[in-house]
């Protein structure tokens, strides 16, 4: 089972990374983009095949190493191989 | 219009982050962890509301600036605010 997880800094942590993408995208012509956001995408490969004992194991691997949940949010979704 | 984009390594370039979250794992006891990618994750909100365009737009965003297409892939999804 694959899971796919997404860790973004929480609304109202400022993103240093995401305004200079921002700014990039702004010279190079692109307009109309009012906000970037930068996080991390981590794909991870589980042996797990029942859903919810993949679920739960994801969320502690989240929990414990992957966000800093202080100043992160995470999501994931779990995909079949 | 909110996109969000994941930036993977390709398949066959090697992924000395993700490996090292792989040994993390395992020294903290989570078995069956088979492989690991760690890629980049980036939330744009445009301004675009057809989504023909913004899709046009954000795959010139990804190959212009936002990723690297010699070794990485990118994927991207499109959401109503």
Chains 1, 2 share one sequence.
Not at 51 to 69: I, K
Request: charged content about 30%; hydrophobic content about 45%.
């Amino acid at each position: 089972m694959k899971a796919r997880i997404r860790i973004t800094l929480k609304n109202g942590v400022l993103d240093p990374q995401g305004k200079a993408i921002q700014n990039a995208l702004g010279s190079l012509g692109f307009a109309g983009v009012s906000d970037v956001r930068q996080g991390k995408y981590i794909e991870i490969d589980l042996a797990a095949t029942d859903e919810a004992a993949a679920r739960a194991e994801v969320d502690r691997m989240c929990r414990e190493l992957l966000a800093n949940t202080v100043i992160e949010d995470y999501a994931f979704e779990l995909a079949k191989p």
